[in-house]
């Protein structure tokens, strides 16, 4: 694959030079170098540029990164863009969010001075986004028709990805993930086609098959010997039927289980919607013993207010709180205050986004109670568990001295 054609834009010419001389020695040679904002843009207006990748400087003084950020949507750049600054790291992540809320393809952040493994890293990253396969897999929007198809022709299909206890990394239990076998694109992820069963009604049914095949599941490894306590992702239009907390029950009657095994997780940020509504449900089941957990905690609005309102056992840390935790400050602070809250409530803690031994490592420096990421497994079909635990009984030892 041929190298990309780089504009770098910063307002000091000696940073300039030495980036340019960095990505000249990864094989980097076309590069245009501007100081100012203006000129950057007007190149870039051209269709025949062809920049396929800028490093944009935060801090210069006519034009800021901001504003270029602004004027990039403007343009409607959809090529490649990292973030360069010599300010603290809470500046450069704010930065980053705010561009990738414009929808531009943000490969990352990267602090001054700009180090060569940095941008080699960013590089493959770009290569990896452009490869011919991954330029042909477009996200793709489905119909509310084509939903309810697969949801009543029976191409759901549950997915299951292990959660630890972080202590001694014994199996716990799993969360439910559910997928779509559709029978021309391959596995779909539920990013997208969960929205468009909650804007159009098909929610409730999805669940509800959701739900009830987890259950079974769950009987099937508990008459194998394995007992699992199985999490299950619910919509808030889940919640506002009233007839929902006796359609939980039954089956968990049909399905020989018991009402501590089952555990509902409810995303926060649907959450805050219109909690008042959900509230006689959400409380029934808590009444009947069955466990109500908070997903991605700290990524909407009213947290506490939540937590105060609605009688929750279990939070669920949001991995970008998670992840490199031990070298963020700032996701250290809000990870720890977390924690902190969850103990002082009785409330059982669970992080996600664990993708590494780092990550695990300060998971048990701070005495987190359970934790799932790719670092433990990702998510698997139900045949495929026995296989993954016998793997992870062999690394957990490892891991408990670690």
Same mark, same amino acid.
């Given at each position: 694959? &041929?190298?990309?054609?780089?504009?770098?834009?910063?307002?000091?010419?000696?940073?300039?030079?030495?980036?340019?001389?960095?990505?000249?020695?990864?094989?980097?040679?076309?590069?245009?170098?501007?100081?100012?904002?203006?000129?950057?843009?007007?190149?870039?207006?051209?269709?025949?540029?062809?920049?396929?990748?800028?490093?944009?400087?935060?801090?210069?003084?006519?034009?800021?990164?901001?504003?270029? *950020?602004?004027?990039?949507?403007? +343009?409607? $750049?959809?090529?490649?863009?990292?973030?360069?600054?010599?300010?603290?790291?809470? +500046?450069?992540?704010?930065?980053?969010?705010?561009?990738?809320?414009?929808?531009?393809?943000?490969?990352?952040?990267?602090?001054?001075?700009?180090?060569?493994?940095? +941008?080699?890293?960013?590089?493959?990253? @770009?290569?990896?986004?452009?490869?011919?396969?991954?330029?042909?897999?477009?996200?793709?929007? $489905?119909? &509310?028709?084509?939903?309810?198809?697969?949801?009543?022709? #029976?191409?759901?299909?549950?997915?299951?990805?292990?959660?630890?206890?972080?202590?001694?990394?014994?199996?716990?239990?799993?969360?439910?993930?559910?997928? @779509?076998?559709?029978?021309e694109d391959g596995l779909v992820f539920p990013d997208q086609f969960i929205g468009v069963a909650e804007e159009h009604g098909i929610i409730d049914d999805l669940t509800r098959i959701v739900l009830t095949e987890a259950l079974t599941q769950a009987?099937? @490894?508990?008459?194998?010997?394995?007992?699992?306590? *199985?999490?299950?992702?619910?919509?808030?239009?889940?919640?506002?039927?009233?007839?929902? /907390?006796?359609?939980?029950?039954?089956?968990?009657?049909?399905? #020989?289980?018991?009402?501590?095994?089952?555990?509902?997780?409810? /995303?926060?940020?649907?959450?805050? /919607?219109?909690?008042?509504?959900?509230?006689?449900?959400?409380?029934?089941?808590?009444?009947?013993?069955?466990?109500?957990?908070?997903?991605?905690? #700290?990524? %909407?609005?009213?947290?506490?207010?939540?937590?105060?309102?609605?009688?929750?056992?279990? *939070?669920?840390?949001?991995?970008?709180?998670?992840? #490199?935790?031990?070298?963020?400050?700032?996701?250290?602070?809000?990870?720890?205050?977390?924690?902190?809250?969850?103990?002082?409530?009785?409330?059982?803690?669970? &992080?996600?986004?664990?993708?590494?031994?780092?990550? @695990?490592?300060?998971?048990?420096?701070? %005495?987190?109670?359970?934790?799932?990421? $790719?670092?433990?497994?990702?998510?698997?079909?139900?045949?495929?568990?026995? &296989?993954?635990? /016998?793997?992870?009984?062999?690394?957990?030892?490892?891991?408990?001295?670690?």
């Open positions: 694959m &041929a190298a990309p054609r780089v504009l770098l834009l910063d307002d000091e010419p000696f940073q300039l030079k030495l980036l340019s001389r960095q990505l000249a020695n990864l094989g980097l040679d076309r590069v245009d170098t501007f100081t100012s904002g203006q000129e950057a843009l007007t190149l870039l207006e051209q269709q025949a540029s062809g920049v396929q990748m800028i490093f944009l400087d935060l801090n210069m003084p006519s034009m800021d990164g901001v504003e270029f *950020i602004r004027r990039l949507v403007d +343009i409607r $750049y959809t090529s490649a863009l990292v973030l360069v600054s010599g300010e603290d790291e809470r +500046i450069l992540d704010t930065s980053v969010r705010l561009a990738r809320a414009h929808h531009l393809n943000v490969l990352g952040h990267v602090n001054k001075p700009v180090q060569p493994e940095t +941008i080699r890293a960013l590089l493959e990253k @770009w290569r990896n986004q452009t490869t011919p396969k991954a330029a042909g897999e477009a996200r793709k929007r $489905y119909s &509310a028709a084509e939903v309810r198809r697969a949801v009543a022709g #029976g191409e759901l299909v549950n997915y299951y990805q292990p959660k630890v206890e972080v202590m001694s990394g014994a199996l716990k239990g799993v969360e439910t993930l559910v997928r @779509w076998r559709h029978p009987r099937r @490894w508990r008459e194998a010997g394995l007992v699992l306590r *199985i999490a299950v992702n619910v919509s808030m239009d889940n919640l506002a039927r009233l007839d929902f /907390t006796d359609f939980v029950l039954g089956q968990i009657v049909r399905s #020989g289980a018991t009402p501590e095994e089952l555990i509902l997780e409810v /995303t926060e940020s649907r959450l805050m /919607t219109d909690a008042l509504a959900s509230l006689d449900t959400l409380t029934r089941l808590r009444l009947k013993k069955i466990s109500l957990s908070i997903d991605d905690l #700290g990524t %909407g609005n009213s947290s506490l207010a939540q937590l105060r309102d609605i009688p929750f056992d279990e *939070i669920k840390i949001d991995r970008s709180f998670v992840h #490199g935790a031990c070298r963020d400050n700032t996701r250290n602070a809000i990870f720890t205050a977390s924690l902190g809250m969850a103990r002082q409530l009785g409330i059982a803690t669970v &992080a996600e986004g664990v993708e590494d031994q780092a990550d @695990w490592d300060f998971l048990r420096q701070q %005495g987190c109670d359970l934790a799932q990421g $790719y670092f433990i497994a990702r998510a698997m079909p139900a045949e495929d568990l026995p &296989a993954w635990l /016998t793997a992870w009984e062999t690394r957990r030892p490892l891991l408990a001295l670690s």
